[in-house]
Each structure stands twice: as C-alpha cells, then as structure tokens.
C-alpha cells in the first residue's frame, strides 16, 4: 500500500477519534492504489461479533447407519459471524482473525491470521440496513472473506457469514453434507436473522441479498430460487432426505429467501458434473444475479459452470464478470504469512496468474455498484454495469484527454473505459449483461 492510500484509510478509520492501529493498513478490506473506484472503504467504521444459531432436528447424512441406511436427526449448531456500521470506542483495538484451513494430507489444518478493520462487539449503529448473507466455499472459514464482509459493513450493510463446519475438502464420501446443508443453512440463517436483527433495529429484512464463493456460490443460486434436479445428485443423498427440497417436491419453497434483492456468485459450484439444477433448473432465479468467475477455473469449470448459469438463468437481469486466464481461487483474502510456505495452503489464498489484492478490488468495486443498485435503489450505479463494452481491453482512451497518470475513467465519450476503473491499470476483463425475459 502506498503512504497515499494508507493515508486515506488513517483519515477514514479515525472518524470518531478511534485509534488506529498499524496492522489496519494491510486488511484486505483495504484496497489497493490501483483499485476501482467502488472498492474504496464507506465512510461507516466496522464492528464484528459473533451469534450462534440452532436449527432444530436435522438430518445428519454423514452418520447415516450403513447398515439400516438410517439418517439420524439433531439439531445443528451453527456459528454465524456478523460485520456491521457501528460507533467503537477511543481507542479500541481492531480484530485480528485467526482460523485455519486444511493442509494437504496428512498434515494438519495449517494456522493463519489476517489483519481487519472491525472493532470486536462495538456498538452497533442502527438503522434499516440491508442484510447480506456470505456463504463461503468447501472447507473454507468466513475469516478468510474479510475482504468483502468488513468493505461492506464499511458502506452501511449488515453482512452475515456462515461457518457451515464442512468435513474435509477431497474426500468424496462426506459430499453429500454439504451439498444439502449449503442451501438449508443459508436459508435457515437469513430467516432468523431477518427477524432478530430486525428486531434489534440494525437491518431492514424487507431488503435482503445473497452472496456465495464456490460451494457457496452453489447454495446462493438454490437459496435464490434455482430448483434442483431430483433426477440430479439430490437423489444420492441418504435417505433420499435432499429429495423434498427438489423441483416439484413438498420442501422446495422452503430453500427460497423471502425479500431476496440480489444474488452474487464467485466460481460458483453446480456445473460440470454435478449438474445440480439440471437443463432448467437455473430458470428459477428471478433476483438480480452477478456471476464472478475465472475462464481458466480448473475447480468447478466456467464452461459449464458460471458461463452456462448466465445463460440459463433467463428469468434473471444478470451479468458475468470474468478474469480472462483466472482460476479459482478468487473469492478469498491474499495468503496470509503463515500460508506462504506451502503450495497447497498458498493455493487456497491464491490465482497462477492474477494478483490477488487487484482481483478482491475488482470484485469489491463491482459488488459494491450491483447491490447498491439492485438492494439499496441507488440507479446512478447503473453507469458501472449497464453499456459497457464487453472487454475491457477494446475500451478506448484517448491520448489527448488523459493529462495525469492516475485518471480513472468517467466513461464519458469517447472515453470507453468502464467507469470508475483507472488507465492504464484496467486489462483482461470481461463483462455480459442481460435483462430478464
């Protein structure tokens, strides 16, 4: 981060006389120089707690009796980590997250920190805020999405992330959990949390989003109205307990969210061969959808993934971004020191090609003018998704009005540059968009 930028953020986080510690500088929250425009943290400073949900008898399928074939029933224990505007005192102490991420076998889960922005159980600043709930991805922890929970917070909404506790990624046998937890816990979350908080007089539950990074990106698009197969890998769960919440099942409605403004998917999880939602499935969504993937996504595949859901999600006004060359791993903070050693906890972190504090801030400035438009009704934001030229590297800038180096682009004609992006720092992007039909 350049002294500029850390300067901007020094100014910004000591709005209410709170003092910063140095270790804010390097959140991932923070955007760097380089960044669009939208990436910029709000003018609100950050609280974080944490609130612990119980869904009352669910079905356990990983201790399914393999001899009865059985499915047990007990409630599920769900930790849900919450960012929200708030007033901190003078002088508090910014959080630093702590969590851990499996290593490769037979190693154990390898540690890591990362640095934020959020003061622990600050008061909160009430009001009608719209609710964002995160799902993160297949073994993955909501720490590690502090980048996107805290920029948010920052910019007056109440951002829930789930720990959905997965079993360990790779392991074929335990898929079916999270394959029908993902979607039942997002909805379960948003419903009790639409109502607490509400009463609380921190959000607004008339005014609800959803966003999801890779298996949660799976669960978002089902949470928001995508109607899974029965035909499809719903049928292999145990106990044919995932069946009712299928198309046509007696279940189905219970998955979709009540008040749903908007969807976002990082990699999103449910193509390839999973075919979760089957040729039709995906019709369901009526929200607003933003897909944000890699073409070179050797994870979930963008073919058949992302840039097939764009396509089939009809009923939806959408749009895909996509890292032209991007992997998968898109949807997490840079590698924290400790994941720096090793290739396979550096790969959880990190994309072969792109830089990842440029990726976040792409993915922040693009949020942030999606929900904006689509959650909180702001349509000047429609300047940063409507009309642009679908790749950025055919915008155009011309020599003669770009005085200083660091201009970023108003899209006003001729310049094509997608608003809010700087010059000569914008390439290898591109950007669909269609209305619902």
């Given at each position: 981060m ?8 020094i ?9 910063v ?18 990436a910029a ?5 950050v ?5 612990h949900?119980i ?6 399928v990983?201790?399914?009796?393999k ?7 007990r409630?599920?224990?769900l ?8 007033t901190p ?13 499996p290593?490769e076998?037979?190693?154990p889960?390898?540690r890591?920190?990362?640095?934020g922005?959020?003061v622990?159980?600050a008061p ?6 719209p ?6 991805g ?7 999405l ?6 948010l917070?920052s ?7 789930i720990?959905h ?15 029908l ?7 379960f979350v ?7 908080l ?10 609800v ?11 978002v698009?089902t949470?928001?109205g995508?109607a ?7 049928r ?14 007696a279940?189905a409605?219970s998955?979709?969210i009540p008040?749903?403004?908007?969807v ?7 193509g390839?061969?999973?075919?979760a ?5 995906l019709e369901g ?5 933003l897909?944000?993937a ?6 979930v595949?963008?073919?058949s ?17 996509t ?9 997490l903070d840079?590698?924290?020191a ?7 906890n ?5 994309d072969p090609?792109w830089?990842?504090d440029?990726i ?5 400035h ?15 934001r ?6 642009l ?16 180096f660091d201009m ?5 004609a001729?310049?094509?540059l ?8 914008s390439?290898?992007l591109?950007?669909l968009s269609a209305?619902?039909r």
């Amino acid at each position: 981060m350049t002294p500029t930028s850390f300067g901007r953020s020094i100014a910004l986080l000591a709005l209410s006389g709170v003092t910063v510690i140095a270790s804010a500088a390097t959140a991932p929250s923070i955007p760097p120089v380089d960044a669009p425009e939208l990436a910029a943290l709000g003018p609100a400073q950050v609280g974080v707690r944490s609130v612990h949900l119980i869904d009352p008898q669910q079905y356990d399928v990983l201790a399914t009796d393999k001899t009865t074939g059985v499915v047990p029933v007990r409630d599920r224990s769900l930790v849900v980590d919450v960012w929200y505007p708030a007033t901190p005192s003078a002088h508090a102490q910014s959080e630093t997250y702590s969590d851990a991420l499996p290593s490769e076998p037979p190693a154990p889960p390898a540690r890591f920190t990362v640095p934020g922005i959020a003061v622990r159980n600050a008061p909160a600043i009430k009001g009608r805020h719209p609710l964002v709930i995160v799902s993160h991805g297949y073994s993955n922890v909501t720490v590690a999405l502090s980048w996107l929970t805290e920029n948010l917070a920052s910019k007056g909404y109440v951002v829930a992330a789930i720990r959905h506790e997965d079993p360990m990624i790779g392991d074929r046998s335990t898929f079916a959990g999270p394959f029908l937890r993902r979607p039942l816990d997002i909805a379960f979350v948003a419903r009790e949390l639409s109502l607490s908080l509400a009463a609380e007089g921190l959000i607004d539950p008339e005014r609800v989003a959803l966003v999801g990074y890779s298996m949660g990106g799976y669960g978002v698009l089902t949470a928001a109205g995508a109607a899974l197969d029965p035909n499809g890998p719903a049928r292999l769960v145990p106990g044919g307990v995932m069946l009712p919440y299928a198309q046509g099942g007696a279940m189905a409605d219970s998955l979709v969210i009540p008040h749903l403004k908007a969807v976002v998917a990082l990699a999103p999880a449910g193509g390839g061969t999973l075919k979760a939602w089957g040729d039709s499935g995906l019709e369901g969504i009526h929200a607003p959808m933003l897909l944000i993937a890699g073409d070179r996504d050797l994870t979930v595949d963008y073919a058949s993934g992302a840039r097939a859901f764009f396509d089939r999600a009809v009923h939806a006004p959408r749009y895909l971004l996509t890292y032209l060359g991007g992997g998968h791993g898109i949807g997490l903070d840079p590698a924290p020191a400790e994941m720096t050693s090793d290739l396979w906890n550096f790969s959880w972190f990190e994309d072969p090609l792109w830089r990842k504090d440029k990726i976040i801030a792409i993915n922040t400035h693009m949020i942030t003018a999606f929900l904006d438009r689509y959650v909180k009704g702001d349509d000047s934001r429609a300047a940063y998704l409507d009309g642009l030229v679908p790749r950025i590297d055919d915008t155009v800038w011309p020599a003669d009005l770009a005085p200083r180096f660091d201009m970023t682009s108003t899209a006003t004609a001729p310049v094509t540059l997608w608003k809010g992006f700087k010059r000569r720092f914008s390439t290898g992007l591109e950007w669909l968009s269609a209305p619902a039909r």
